[in-house]
């Protein structure tokens, strides 16, 4: 099968191959790849920024984000069947989207929302699991709550700003010019143009903040939460409860104590909370999340298709900042 490899880490890394079809193991969906998506974790996974924690030895297969068609299923999967529709961001040790097939785990995949293509679909797990987690599962979002999110045209943000809605909270978000109306078609109805003011002059009392940018951003953030506020984090810097979460060694969870130390220490200044967040696979959410994609709750945007022989030229794409709303597609078709 084709796929794109990364040989050995770095930005010259990423090369076409010709592989064997991946071995389906016991629990594995074994699915026919119709679309991917690229995310900016892509990229970090090629350079190798998170290789001493996510153990992966170069040849792999890159790509976080799938839609396809169901090709073969192992002994012991119940709920899947060749020919069934599927979309799924496999978990961080079994990547491998970039290729014309892949081996999932069954707990990692989910029926496609029927309303959606393959390639709107692929531009859907890897950000609106990050969305649930965040909203749902980490912050507990309900309504009447004041929610602030960076980068509302990103693809996580779009995603945010559509969930908050939905659970009933008034939604904030940063954004430049051009950006501005799909942010608030997506349903934020406070929208700062990051290009000509400064969020934390304006906005004041938030519940949550969620910060994909990091550094200064994340600083300011810290200001516009009310009293025990929670800002999240998704682009750093790392906590305690990261390290947990990948099961790693006490020597990194002190490393990373030490990294977010001094926002913590701001934050708890401040009287306020800093968490880090790093999202997970999981197929029972997808689940979940096809049902708001089907009811028109929420939408994937999208912003360039590529075709699959072009995955080095969309990667670049989204590398040089060309992306000016939602998610770069790749497509078999
Ligand atoms: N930890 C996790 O689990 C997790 C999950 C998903 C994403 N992330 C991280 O979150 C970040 C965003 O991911 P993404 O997929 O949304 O990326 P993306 O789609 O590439 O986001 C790019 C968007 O950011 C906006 N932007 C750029 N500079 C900005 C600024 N100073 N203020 C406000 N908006 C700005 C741009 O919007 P305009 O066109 O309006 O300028 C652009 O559309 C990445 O660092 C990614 O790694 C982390």
Do not use: C
Not at 97 to 106: K, L, S, V
Not at 133 to 138: A, K, W, Y
Not at 215 to 224: A, C, D, R
Not at 297 to 324: H, N, W
């Amino acid at each position: 099968m084709k796929a794109f490899v990364v040989d050995a880490y770095g930005k010259e890394g990423l090369r076409a191959a010709e592989l064997p079809e991946p071995t389906v193991g016991r629990r594995d969906v074994l699915v026919r790849v119709r679309a991917a998506s690229i995310n900016p974790l892509d990229t970090m996974t090629r350079n190798g920024e998170f290789k001493r924690l996510i153990k992966r030895k170069p040849p792999f297969v890159l790509g976080h984000d799938v839609a396809g068609v169901v090709a073969a299923v192992g002994a012991g999967v119940r709920d899947f069947t060749v020919g069934d529709e599927v979309y799924a961001r496999p978990r961080d040790l079994r990547i491998g989207t970039f290729a014309e097939y892949i081996a999932i785990d069954q707990d990692d995949v989910a029926p496609k929302p029927s309303s959606l293509t393959f390639q709107e679909a692929a531009a859907v797990p890897l950000v609106a699991l990050a969305a649930w987690q965040i909203l749902v599962d980490r912050a507990d979002v309900h309504p009447g709550q004041k929610v602030l999110v960076h980068a509302g045209a990103g693809g996580l943000g779009s995603t945010v700003i559509q969930l908050a809605k939905h659970l009933g909270a008034t939604v904030a978000t940063t954004s430049s010019t051009p950006t501005t109306a799909l942010v608030t078609d997506l349903g934020a109805e406070v929208v700062v143009d990051y290009t000509e003011q400064d969020f934390s002059r304006d906005l004041s009392d938030y519940d949550l903040v969620v910060d994909s940018l990091g550094g200064q951003n994340l600083e300011k953030s810290l200001t516009v939460v009310r009293p025990g506020g929670l800002v999240i984090g998704v682009a750093g810097p790392p906590d305690a409860g990261f390290a947990e979460q990948l099961g790693a060694p006490s020597f990194f969870r002190i490393a990373m104590t030490l990294l977010s130390r001094k926002v913590r220490k701001r934050a708890q200044a401040l009287g306020v909370r800093y968490e880090f967040f790093f999202m997970q696979a999981s197929g029972s959410q997808l689940r979940q999340l096809a049902a708001l994609y089907d009811s028109g709750v929420l939408r994937p945007v999208i912003d360039k298709t590529f075709s699959f022989a072009q995955t080095k030229q969309a990667m670049e794409y989204v590398e040089q900042g060309g992306t000016r709303a939602g998610k770069v597609v790749l497509t078999m078709d």
